[in-house]
């Protein structure tokens, strides 16, 4: 089964608030993780990166916390904006390989 | 965007017929994965590549076989389709074997089969 675990399927902002998008992982080696955004009908894009040595790192308006003590990764999108509606993964690095999680739809409502 | 193509797009095709997908990159990345991707499952690894003619198994690789000949082209081959392959297929570029960088994902291929 999925090594990276589930989440909230589907998670409603409002245009202007911060969304946060959670994600469990199984696999305590895992070393590297990325978050990405996947619109309808187009292939993932790459968001942000973190490293295991990190438990937080700033993008532009995204933010990605890791806490290894309990295998949780989350992704923080400041003053959402409808253009962030899509579906988005986590993905960790076990054993030279990326493994996906299931994904959660960010839907914005105006 | 990453230079990276997918043919075809869109295939419908009937259960034990053979298909091939195609992946093309202008990048030069040495390493390109394919993967599928279902509703409840994510993406999952089909077979990935890290140079041409060496190539290895992902965690779905049953049904499928793949071929790297040229840096710039991956092949997945379906020797004999089944509904269970009906899936969108993602091709992925990436310079590293995953943990000291992003891949670049294709926009992928639709495949029905009947």
């Known amino acids: 089964g999925e090594s990276v675990g589930l989440h909230l399927p589907t998670l409603s902002v409002q245009e202007g608030d911060n969304s946060i998008i959670n994600c469990a992982y199984s696999?305590?080696?895992?070393?590297?993780f990325i978050w990405y955004k996947q619109e309808s009908g187009k292939g993932p894009q790459f968001i942000i990166d973190i490293r295991s040595n990190m438990d937080k790192r700033q993008g532009q308006r995204v933010t990605v916390l890791l806490n290894k003590t309990v295998k949780h990764l989350s992704l923080q999108i400041a003053a959402t904006q409808p253009g962030d509606s899509a579906v988005y993964f986590c993905a960790e690095n076990f054993t030279g390989k990326l493994i996906f999680g299931q994904g959660t739809t960010l839907q914005v409502k105006p | 965007d990453a230079g990276i193509t997918q043919s075809p797009r869109h295939k419908v095709t009937e259960t034990g017929t053979p298909v091939t997908l195609r992946c093309h990159q202008t990048?030069?990345?040495?390493?390109m994965y394919w993967y599928r991707q279902d509703p409840g499952h994510g993406l999952r690894l089909i077979h990935y590549?890290?140079?041409?003619?060496?190539?290895d198994k992902g965690e779905v690789s049953d049904g499928y076989s793949v071929s790297r000949s040229k840096t710039e082209d991956f092949l997945l081959t379906l020797e004999s389709a089944t509904s269970s392959q009906t899936s969108v297929y993602f091709c992925?570029?990436?310079?590293?074997?995953?943990?000291?960088?992003?891949?670049?994902f294709g926009e992928g291929s639709r495949l029905t089969v009947l």
């Open positions: 590549s890290y140079g041409v003619k060496d190539t």
């Open positions: 696999n305590s080696a895992s070393d590297y």
């Open positions: 990048e030069n990345h040495r390493y």
């Open positions: 992925a570029i990436g310079t590293a074997i995953s943990n000291t960088g992003e891949l670049f």
